[in-house]
Structures are given as C-alpha cells and as structure tokens.
C-alpha cells in the first residue's frame, strides 16, 4: 500500500511539472497547488515537507521561465523557515541553493531572495554576520548586477579566493589595471573593517600571484598601498596608518566607500584610534540624551 501511495506521489510531481510546460495557464494552475499544498501542511505542522514543497515548486517555475510566480513560491518557503525558527542545517542550505540556482543570474528578484536567505541565517544567531555559504553566493549576484556592495558581501563570507576570480573573470585586458587594483582595495578594506586580517592578506597574496601569472603590474600605487596597509595592521601601528591614509588620499578617493572604512571601522578596530566626532553633533546628541 505503501508503494503505491509514493507511486502516486510521484505521479503527482510529474503531472504538476508537465502542467508547467503546457503554457502560462498552466504554469498559474501549477503555482496554485504547490502554495495551496505547502498551506496544507503547514496547517498540519508539517512545517519541513511545507518548505520542500514550496522548493520544488520555486525550482520547477523558474528553470522554466516563470520568475514571477517562482519567486512568490521561494518566498513562502522562507517565510516558513523564519516564522517556525527553522535552524540552518546541510538540507535547507542545499534547497535554497538549489532555489538559487533555478533563478536567472542577474534577477533584481534573485538578489532579494538571497538578502532574506542571508537575513534568516542571521536570525539563525550561529554567526554574527549570517551563513558564509549564502553570504559569497548573495556577493557573486550583486557582483553580476555591478553592485559595489558586493565587496561586504564577500568579506562577510569570508570568500577571497572567490573574490579574486570574479576581478580577473571580469577585467581581463592589461589595460583595466585600475579597475582590477580598485576592486581589491575595496576588498581589502571590507576585509579590515570586519577585522578579518587573514583574509586581507590572502586577498592580497593571491592577487599578486595571479597578476604575476598573467603578467600584469605590480607596481601600482594602490597594490603598493595594499602591502603597505598589511604591515601597518600588523605592526599596529597607528601613526605610521594615518600617514599612509593621508599619503594615499587622492588614490583612495574612486570609491567613497574606502575612505569611510579606513577613517572609520579599520581605524577604530585595527589601529584603536577613536573616531573623530563633531562637536555640533556631539552637543546634539547630549541635549537629546
């Protein structure tokens, strides 16, 4: 008897993914029975096989050219996740990136349901700064959609070697030196203001190796400022930091966001140095208090 209930399971399963392939009517009919199963289930308790269903359906929709309605159904499946406190294990880390993988690469809605995969993982309270599985896959989306903030991303999951493939996949030619030097600055920079100075150092470390084998400068003003910025955090040396930074100024300005991290966070962690506060807003925050 047993046999036969997954029999038609199964079956089930086939019927719902050729109902998909029919056509849009078919696809919207499709979307209806997977949410108004998962709802079933959950109704039930049956929060786990709620969110597989939800999965299967999410990668079902998308790989087959329906993101609307895939991206309602990936949706469901982490709202069920954070509104039951589901904790992270190996199965949901490999359905979400399964999900994950069925979306088109560049989809502004595949950048928001890896922000809420990351924001869950946070919920999950393991990790500070969330799963770093899912951090390095959300920094190589915003990465595809030219999103600068795939720099943090990337160092929150503590991925330098991926870091450093997308900057040599991307600018490729000799002659985008800066463009290359500046994303590892920028890396570098999240890196420190994460107080992680192990993987700045293998972001530097493997730069260098790969620009020697592909026989571009090393020679550079900010990959100079990189190495020195290294020895400097290793020394902790304050003053010799605030030197540099202001040396460095104009090289550092591409991006506002590397000033702002090195003034602020790197110095702070790094270095100790007390942020610069001004006295306007200083006296502000006193009346407020």
């Known amino acids: 008897r047993m046999a036969a209930i997954r029999k038609r399971a199964v079956r089930k399963e086939v019927d719902l993914d050729e109902m998909v392939k029919s056509g849009p009517s078919g696809a919207y009919e499709a979307l209806q029975l997977f949410r108004s199963k998962a709802i079933r289930q959950r109704s039930k308790n049956e929060f786990l096989e709620a969110v597989k269903t939800t999965a299967v359906g999410a990668k079902c929709l998308l790989v087959n050219g329906y993101e609307t309605a895939g991206s309602e159904l990936s949706n469901l499946s982490l709202e069920l996740v954070t509104e039951n406190k589901f904790d992270l294990n190996e199965e949901l880390r490999a359905l979400f990136t399964e999900i994950d993988s069925a979306y088109p690469k560049t989809s502004p809605a595949r950048v928001e349901f890896l922000k809420g995969v990351v924001k869950w993982t946070i919920l999950c309270g393991r990790k500070e700064l969330g799963d770093a599985q899912m951090q390095t896959r959300l920094a190589d989306c915003l990465w595809e959609v030219n999103d600068k903030t795939a720099a943090f991303h990337f160092a929150a999951g503590e991925a330098p070697v991926p870091y450093n493939d997308k900057i040599f996949a991307t600018f490729t030619e000799a002659n985008q030196q800066d463009k290359r030097d500046q994303a590892l600055t920028l890396g570098v920079a999240n890196f420190l203001a994460l107080e ?68 602020g966070p790197i110095a702070v962690r790094m270095f100790g140095i007390k942020p610069k506060i001004n006295p306007m807003m200083s006296m502000l925050q006193s009346m407020i208090a």
């Open 196 to 263: 992680n100075l192990r993987d700045a150092n293998e972001m530097v470390f493997r730069y260098k190796k790969i620009s020697k084998e592909k026989g571009f400068r090393l020679d550079s003003k900010l990959i100079k400022f990189n190495d020195y910025l290294l020895l400097t955090c290793r020394r902790d040396a304050a003053p010799l930091f605030k030197q540099l930074v202001n040396a460095y100024a104009s090289d550092l300005d591409f991006d506002e966001t590397v000033p702002t991290l090195m003034l």
